[in-house]
């Protein structure tokens, strides 16, 4: 192919070259942040003590949500690498027909996916590049491996919370999870009044499309293609390993699908009548949804032996969240428990007015989601004042919850604390992911800012 590749295909490659010169590695991402706020708390007169102290005490906070995201990517990983779900990979896989079409039909799978389950979204769609660049290199495409693994994370950058699993959003409708000293500010929020609000619907239609657009008219060419090859990544197929013919009683029991069966469908039983007794949606959390991965594994490998070869193929893939996450508990330690905090809520209700409201809360997320990457922990910071102010102000609860869930994800497209999944999937860097990540927030941004006040005025 001759002549220049288009505007938005050679500012995807400038960027992305930049960035793998100069982007660093989520750990010192990690560690650069903790300065930052170490010094910003300084700055504004909170004691090197505390600050050091809370560090220390909010090391160690996120060791429940650590395990639940290793077992994230174990249990998808698991589900992925089984049988019949890998035949369904590999159907998929051969669905897109060219280079471009294939970051493109990533891109889209990533997001739909994530509307229901971000976690689903970020291991499956990994999954799926896989098996879409190792077929790709097969028929001699060249798909470029750094665009089309950012498309698979666009899913948790882009409209994730605005979806069935945003964690603001279940824990506004669900009376028994919303904090004490919140309930009496805002009460019971259903999903009607938030996710389901079309203007919800709406806005989650126009970050889709123009994502699927930028990521297919940014894709190089495939003359201009960085492939997985080339940068060092092969892939083997996601299929379970063979079954031999069992030598002793010992290998009989490890091939037998009985026990499996038998407590895979306890399992199953258990998350029945939890669902029923918590009503549908409010039982959705992390916890649950692990759970159903692993019985869902348990039952798609049907024998002990395939099942324990497929996690430990997984467990690689968790070595960023387990080493990486302690630290940004540290992190919201020093912000959560000190003085930061507090001056945060004061500026922050200082700044607003009606009419500015929806953009400082978007402006106010986004920004404090760079140090803060949890959309359910953040909420619970940020919610006291900023649903005060959106009742002293008369705003909508619900949309003001939407406009935190739209921008919360803005800072996931550069921050490196979600992408460290799909990276031990993809066995990629964060710099190889974030030229193209950071193309996509120069859309995002103006758009979901445009589209919080405009939704604001009409409720």
């Not at 869930?405 to 996931?412: K, S, V």
Request: aromatic letters at 10%; a positive charge; one cysteine or more.
């Amino acid at each position: 192919m001759t002549g220049r590749a288009p505007l938005l295909a050679r500012a995807g490659m400038r960027i992305a070259d930049i960035c793998e010169r100069f982007f660093p590695d989520a750990y010192v991402f990690a560690l650069a942040a903790i300065l930052i706020v170490f010094l910003g708390g300084l700055a504004i007169g909170v004691p090197a003590h505390s600050l050091t102290m809370e560090f220390g005490n909010g090391f160690w906070s996120l060791v429940n949500f650590t395990m639940q995201m290793a077992m994230v990517i174990i249990g998808g990983f698991v589900v992925a690498s089984s049988p019949p779900v890998a035949r369904l990979t590999r159907r998929l896989a051969q669905i897109p027909k060219t280079a471009r079409g294939a970051v493109a039909f990533v891109a889209a799978f990533a997001m739909l996916s994530s509307l229901i389950s971000w976690g689903l979204s970020l291991i499956f769609t990994g999954l799926l590049v896989r098996e879409i660049t190792r077929r790709a290199e097969e028929r001699g495409i060249r798909i470029d491996y750094r665009a089309i693994g950012a498309a698979a994370y666009l899913g948790l950058g882009s409209v994730w919370a605005l979806g069935l699993s945003s964690s603001a959003a279940l824990m506004q409708a669900t009376k028994s999870s919303i904090p004490p000293a919140l309930l009496p500010i805002t009460g019971v929020i259903p999903l009607t009044q938030t996710i389901f609000l079309p203007q919800n619907i709406a806005m989650a239609a126009v970050l889709v499309t123009i994502s699927i657009a930028v990521a297919y008219f940014s894709a190089p060419r495939e003359a201009d293609a960085k492939t997985a090859r080339e940068m060092g990544v092969e892939f083997q197929p996601i299929v379970a390993d063979e079954i031999t013919a069992p030598r002793t009683p010992g290998e009989r029991l490890e091939q037998s699908p009985l026990l499996m069966i038998a407590v895979a469908l306890l399992m199953l039983v258990w998350l029945f009548f939890t669902f029923r007794e918590k009503g549908g949606l409010a039982a959705v959390d992390l916890n649950n949804f692990n759970f159903i991965f692993i019985a869902l594994g348990m039952l798609l490998h049907w024998r002990p032996r395939s099942f324990l070869r497929a996690v430990t193929r997984s467990v690689p893939a968790t070595a960023g969240v387990l080493i990486q996450f302690p630290f940004y508990g540290g992190i919201f330690g020093m912000i959560s428990k000190t003085a930061i905090s507090h001056r945060l809520a004061e500026a922050f209700v200082a700044i607003t007015t009606k009419s500015t409201f929806p953009i400082v809360v978007a402006i106010y997320s986004a920004v404090l989601g760079m140090f803060v990457p949890s959309g359910g922990g953040k909420w619970v910071v940020e919610a006291p004042y900023v649903m005060a102010a959106a009742s002293a102000w008369h705003e909508h609860l619900g949309w003001t919850v939407q406009i935190y869930n739209a921008a919360e994800a803005l800072p996931n497209l550069i921050n490196p604390f979600w992408m460290l999944p799909l990276m031990g999937i993809l066995n990629v860097r964060a710099r190889d992911l974030a030229g193209y990540s950071i193309l996509q927030l120069l859309f995002h941004a103006p758009v979901v800012l445009l589209l919080c006040w405009l939704f604001a005025q009409t409720l």
